[in-house]
């Protein structure tokens, strides 16, 4: 059963400082992932999707990567701005790699100090 | 403006009535899905829906039931609400993911409390 980990739990930074968020998972039978935002009291918002075969994913000032050999993939976000303040999630597919079935992890609260 | 609905946002309702939350995308995506997000539990996926009329259980399916009827709708149906259902509940649709995988468009959520 794939279990995703997320470390740390909680991140404050101030505003300016590039910053990485870990994700970790156990089944790395995996041909992607995805991470979101999620905002409080509010809906996910997709933020990259990243194939096995890409290796690397950019959209702004994020970058993600995974590294299914080591069962580990990274959101990497550069000059960090207040309105980045969020719950980061990472999700993985279930055992057997199809998306119908996404195991999350438990997020990493980010506070971006001005 | 492409979206996932719910309906309703916020339910206060007692045990053993049964209720019924609506979920709608206008994307005409294939697949839907529903999760519940507990503290310190995270997001769990209750069940999903791979096309009209196919259905299947995530992880947490006990106590939900769902259907297909129409490609827009995937309604979450509570037969006899308990406490421990307590929770904020979120819709979400994407192309059918299957192994390449597509980006999941996510609901607003429903916040149920169950008395």
């Known amino acids: 059963k794939q279990e995703v980990t997320q470390i740390p739990a909680a991140l404050s930074v101030p505003e300016g400082e590039n910053l990485v968020l870990n994700c970790s998972f156990t089944d790395s039978a995996i041909y992607n992932l995805q991470w979101f935002r999620q905002d409080p009291g509010k809906g996910l918002t997709s933020l990259l999707l990243?194939?096995?075969?890409?290796r690397e994913q950019t959209s702004g000032r994020l970058n993600a990567s995974l590294d299914k050999s080591s069962g580990r993939s990274t959101l990497y976000i550069a000059a960090s701005q207040p309105g980045d303040s969020a719950t980061y999630l990472c999700?993985?597919?279930?055992?057997?790699?199809?998306?119908?079935?996404?195991?999350f992890g438990k997020g990493t609260l980010l506070t971006v100090n001005p | 403006e492409a979206q996932v609905t719910q309906n309703p946002r916020y339910l206060i309702t007692v045990t053993g009535k049964k209720l019924t939350v609506t979920c709608s995308q206008n994307?005409?995506?294939?697949?839907m899905s529903w999760y519940r997000q507990d503290p310190g539990l995270g997001l769990r996926q209750i069940y999903y829906?791979?096309?009209?009329?196919?259905?299947d259980k995530g992880d947490v399916p006990e106590g939900y039931k769902v259907s297909r009827k129409e490609k827009r709708n995937f309604p979450l149906i509570l037969e006899s609400p308990s406490p421990n259902q307590t929770s904020l509940y979120f819709c979400?649709?994407?192309?059918?993911?299957?192994?390449?995988?597509?980006?999941?468009?996510f609901g607003p959520g429903t916040r149920l409390t169950v008395t």
């Open positions: 994307m005409n995506h294939e697949y």
């Open positions: 990243i194939q096995s075969s890409q």
């Open positions: 829906s791979m096309n009209v009329e196919v259905t």
């Open positions: 999700a993985a597919p279930n055992s057997g790699g199809s998306n119908y079935k996404l195991t």
């Open positions: 979400a649709s994407s192309p059918n993911p299957g192994i390449r995988g597509y980006e999941q468009y």
